[in-house]
Nanobody, 129 residues
Framework: QLKLVESGGGLVQPGGSLRLSCAVS????????IGWFRQVPGKEREGVSC????????NYAESGKGRFTISGDNAKNTVYLQMNNLKPEDTGVYYC??????????????????????WGQGTQVTVSS
């Protein structure tokens, strides 16, 4: 059974960095499409980044381009989201999500969150001085 567990959130000052982790169990990274999503109260959950680790494919929301980097570690079966130069508008609960597709070579558009059928519990990121 596929399961995702996020960690690494916290309180950070503007300009700081955090690395979020998504530990995957039940499937290997190479058989999954994995995304990171952010949700703030009163707003829809929005896509932040996605990775198809097997195909070395990734994408990013415009807000995170140049600041965020998504990566995967097969040995640890974990996906990371490195977030640098954080801004107050990056605040939210960050969720890792995945769906099984061993033949995929490209991430779906980040708006297609309904394609993801397994979600983690979320980790809070707060960027504030």
């Amino acid at each position: 059974q596929l399961k995702l567990v996020e960690s690494g959130g916290g309180l950070v000052q503007p300009g700081g960095s955090l690395r979020l982790s998504c530990a995957v169990s039940g499937k290997t990274l190479d058989s999954l499409v994995i995304g990171w999503f952010r949700q703030v109260p009163g707003k829809e959950r929005e896509g932040v980044s996605c990775i198809v680790h097997r195909a070395y494919s990734s994408n990013y929301a415009e807000s995170g381009k140049g600041r965020f980097t998504i990566s995967g570690d097969n040995a640890k079966n974990t996906v990371y989201l490195q977030m640098n130069n954080l801004k107050p508008e990056d605040t939210g609960v960050y969720y890792c999500a995945a769906y099984f597709d061993p033949d995929s070579n490209i991430c779906p558009h980040l708006s297609q969150k309904d394609r993801y059928d397994v979600w983690g519990q979320g980790t809070q990121v707060t960027v504030s001085s």
